[in-house]
């Protein structure tokens, strides 16, 4: 039901910006997030932001780096990815979460798409 898209390959201290599209009428009650898993690691949260968009959460290797936002007219949330390191190199899940505040586990979850690849080259 999440469609995850934008993911690349891009060199390192490039930007790539990620969207994730939620079809239903209930987006803009539902938290979102996204997480991201790197190959023989665990999946993990990058980024959170509430129902409305006014508080967001980073984890801490990309603050200053990475922006999450939402568009609840168009049923989308965004993670906007700059100065990219080869470290940010991962598969990229979008997800919800059927509150309105924020997650910060993965079991905090209820909903996720399927994925996008984000390779960072050095």
């Known amino acids: 039901q999440l469609q995850a898209s934008g993911g690349g390959l891009v060199q390192t201290g490039g930007s790539l910006r990620l969207s994730c599209a939620a079809p239903g009428r209930t987006f803009s009650e539902y938290a979102m997030g996204w997480f991201r898993q790197a190959p023989g690691k665990e999946r993990q949260i990058v980024a959170a932001?509430?129902?409305?968009?006014?508080?967001?959460y980073y984890t801490d290797s990309v603050k200053g780096r990475f922006t999450i936002s939402r568009d609840n007219a168009k049923n989308t949330v965004y993670l906007q990815m700059n100065s990219l390191k080869p470290e940010d190199t991962a598969v990229y899940y979008c997800?919800?979460?059927?509150?309105?505040?924020?997650?910060?586990?993965?079991?905090?979850?209820?909903?996720w798409g399927q994925g996008t690849q984000v390779t960072v080259s050095s």
């Open positions: 932001i509430n129902w409305s968009g006014r508080t967001a």
């Open positions: 997800a919800s979460r059927r509150t309105p505040s924020l997650g910060y586990g993965l079991n905090q979850y209820d909903y």
